[in-house]
């Protein structure tokens, strides 16, 4: 079943809507790249007036990265992962440097402008996306609905209420021997219904066992783009700290 919700990446279209060798292509004029950057920036801005996270605070974060690895070390930084979803991770171990190309003692010093003009400016935007992002994921709850006690449980289900409609999805977390905030959670949605059907929760439980969330918002944001990602980041983060303290308590530490 396709999952609508997941946002699936087309594969004629780039998720990201500039690449880290802008920097660096030429023209390497100072005004030229001004005008680049700020036609991201404003691509950017309309974004975070909807309120649609993601790809966006991915993308900075890559440019951002980028940014300091050039001032550092003179080193640009690419991957080549493929991305599937609009929240998906890139991580420490997907990046790839390179030296930047830039060998004409004339052109460096021009670069060093450009590297120190873009650096401050996409570091403000970073900020300010996490911001919005921090709004978002705080202004979700969560609630384990039935079979709390399975909180270990890599696997699972969470439904969410909006316009007379509950959403069921089913989730998975990859990297079962490595569970840390940077693991994969794959989803699914697997029913939409009625609200009122009493019946939804024994349905799911196939085989008893399974936690079921459910999870609720103060504010309607996007959902491909915000909740989605936040409703994932926010289970992720409760498996994550529920087994930390399973894991104590089985080494005697309470």
């Keep these: 079943m396709e999952d609508a919700a997941t946002y699936k990446v087309k594969k004629e279209k780039s998720l990201f809507k500039m690449n880290t060798d802008w920097i660096y ?5 100072l005004e030229h790249k001004q005008y680049v950057l700020m036609d991201f920036l404003k691509y950017c801005d309309k974004k975070i007036d909807k309120f649609e996270i993601y790809p966006v605070y991915t993308e900075l974060s890559i440019h951002l990265a980028n940014l300091q690895s050039i001032s550092g070390e003179f080193k640009t930084l690419y991957f080549e992962k493929k991305l ?24 460096y010093d021009e670069f060093s402008e450009i590297v120190k003009f873009a650096g401050q400016k996409v570091l403000d935007y970073f900020n300010i996306v996490k911001a919005v992002w921090t709004i978002v994921y705080d202004s979700i709850s969560l609630k384990v609905i039935k079979n ?23 989730y ?14 794959n989803i699914i949605l697997v029913k939409t219904i009625e609200i009122g059907d009493d019946n939804i929760i024994e349905y799911f439980d196939f085989q008893k066992r399974l936690p079921i969330f459910e999870v609720t918002t103060t504010m309607d944001y996007p959902m491909q783009t915000s909740l989605i990602p936040a409703f994932k980041r926010k289970i992720l983060n409760y498996t994550i700290q529920r087994n930390t303290i399973l894991n104590l308590k089985r080494n005697g530490i309470k």
């Design 148 to 170: 709390e006690k399975n909180y270990n449980e890599f696997q699972g289900y969470f439904y969410y209420d909006k316009g007379g409609k509950r959403m069921v999805w089913k």
């Design 25 to 29: 292509s030429d023209p390497i004029d």
């Design 84 to 107: 599937q979803n609009v929240d998906d991770e890139i991580l420490l171990s997907d990046l790839k440097f390179k030296p930047v190309p830039i060998t004409d003692e004339k052109e």
């Design 172 to 185: 998975q977390i990859e990297n079962r021997g490595r569970l840390t905030i940077d693991s994969k959670m």
